[in-house]
């Protein structure tokens, strides 16, 4: 993906969303039975992972799109300061310094 593409955080891109916390809710509250049944632990773990790797994308995502916001943010304000031969820098000193 390109720095300046904005990343689409849809479903469809980032896979399924992680389920809902009543699975999660379910997890914990699950009979002792459940908890020493490994079939039921193996599915309670497969779960888990898959909200793992579905938060990790969001994330990815998301770190991508502060990345590509932050460069132009900072492309923009290197142009602002070319452009005006450092005056709005002078400016923002002297703001911060009458604080």
């Known amino acids: 993906m390109s720095r300046n593409a904005q990343p689409d955080l849809s479903t469809a891109q980032l896979g399924e969303e992680p389920s809902d916390a009543s699975d ?3 997890a914990r509250t699950a009979p002792d039975r459940t908890r020493t049944d490994p ?3 193996r ?3 497969a779960v888990l992972e898959r909200d793992l790797a579905a938060r990790e994308a969001q ?3 998301m770190r991508e799109q502060y990345e590509t916001v932050l460069a132009a943010h ?3 304000e290197d142009r602002e300061l070319r452009t005006d ?3 709005s820098l002078a ?3 002297r ?3 009458s604080l």
């Open 74 to 76: 900072d492309e923009n």
């Open 85 to 87: 031969g450092g005056q």
């Open 95 to 97: 703001r911060a310094l």
């Open 59 to 61: 994330v990815s995502a």
């Open 39 to 41: 079939t039921a632990l």
């Open 24 to 26: 999660a809710d379910r």
């Open 43 to 45: 599915a309670q773990v």
């Open 91 to 93: 400016d923002r000193i």
